[in-house]
């Protein structure tokens, strides 16, 4: 806005041998505080969308923390469905 970067998404073009087709992982959505609810994040969103469609790719995968519910609301909000994933999570840690 302005000539400002005020948010930004970033996402991942996913390709497997065990899926016929590739999906894209929205890795991270972001506006600043102060410009939020005009509607900047779904404005990325749906340029991401249409970048991936306009690659054939019609399948989109996001993770976020379900007790982050403004989050939630706004992926729904824009059309995505809470699915029955479960998320398996595991960290090394370097005891040199």
């Not at 087709?21 to 890795?27: A, K, L, P, S």
């Not at 306009?54 to 909000?77: D, M, Q």
Request: a positive charge; hydrophobic letters at 35%; charged letters at 25%.
């Amino acid at each position: 806005m302005d000539n400002i970067a005020v948010g930004y998404c970033t996402g991942l073009i996913i390709k497997s041998v065990c899926y016929k087709n590739c999906r894209v992982d929205i890795e991270s959505l972001f506006v600043k505080e102060e410009y939020r609810r005009k509607g900047i994040g779904k404005a990325l969103m749906i340029f991401m969308e249409k970048e991936a469609i306009s690659r054939n790719i019609l399948h989109f995968h996001i993770i976020t923390n379900k007790k982050n519910g403004n989050t939630v609301k706004f992926y729904e909000n824009i059309g995505y469905t809470q699915t029955e994933e479960i998320l398996l999570d595991k960290t090394y840690i370097n005891n040199k």
